[in-house]
């Protein structure tokens, strides 16, 4: 048979269980805030040096999956908030009475019954009580806690695949811009420049022209006989 103490052992046991589950919660909201903080700073830098110059199909396949890895992120935000705070209705904590409430109330209890251990029976039944209403209290904010880490953790996988997948883009977004401006075309330019003096020559003129740009790179003038 179970003793009033041992009830009471049990219960305030499972209570500083739920006290120390609360504890590990609180510190670990430094990792999502981290995580986020990471993850923003590299969508800002994909999209502020990302390339939209000619429009092609990995443009659109970037702006998609982005678009969805920021979304994403954006939900890891709020269930961080949720998880710090429960901004829908708060965490409503309840907590063991203060001490000298408890020591106030033994005296009562003491002055109520005349017989001391009917008076420590009640005592301990009613501590018994107040670990329970607290312990339930702090089982109840932690699954919220709990369940509120868990969407966290959900969406920020998702938005990793998603952004794992806009980098691939971004790498080859870099490679095409580099190999379009290191392209050249080679225009043949003949020129037919008429000297007066001497009819029969003319210059025959290469020139080299950057893609993007009107700036001769190269000229080589030769001259030929007509």
């Known amino acids: 048979m179970i003793t009033l103490e041992q009830r009471q052992n049990f219960y305030k046991e499972l209570f500083y269980k739920e006290v120390d589950r609360r504890k590990d919660f609180n510190n670990s909201i430094v990792v999502p805030i981290t995580l986020l903080t990471g993850v923003f700073s590299i969508i800002f830098y994909l ?47 309840i907590e063991l009475p203060r001490p000298d409430e408890i020591e106030e109330y033994r005296k009562e209890l003491w002055l109520f019954h005349d017989k001391a251990d009917v008076a420590n029976e009640a005592f301990n039944t009613w501590l018994i009580e107040q670990y329970i209403t607290a312990t339930v209290n702090y089982q109840t904010n932690n699954d919220l806690k709990s369940t509120h880490f868990f969407h966290f953790k959900k969406y920020f996988f998702y938005g990793l695949i998603g952004l794992f997948m806009c980098g691939i883009f971004f790498i080859t977004n870099i490679l095409l811009n580099k190999s379009e401006k290191e392209d050249k075309i080679n225009f043949h330019i003949e020129l037919n420049l008429s000297n007066p003096k001497d009819k029969y020559n003319i210059i025959d003129t290469t020139v080299f022209i950057k893609k993007d740009s009107l700036k001769i790179d190269v000229i080589k003038p030769t001259l030929k006989d007509k």
Do not use: P, R
């Open 47 to 93: 999209i502020s040096a990302y390339k939209f110059i000619n429009w092609v199909f990995i443009d659109y396949c970037f702006i998609v999956l982005f678009s969805f890895s920021t979304i994403f992120f954006i939900i890891c935000a709020y269930y961080t908030v949720k998880f710090y705070s429960n901004i829908d209705s708060g965490f409503k904590t």
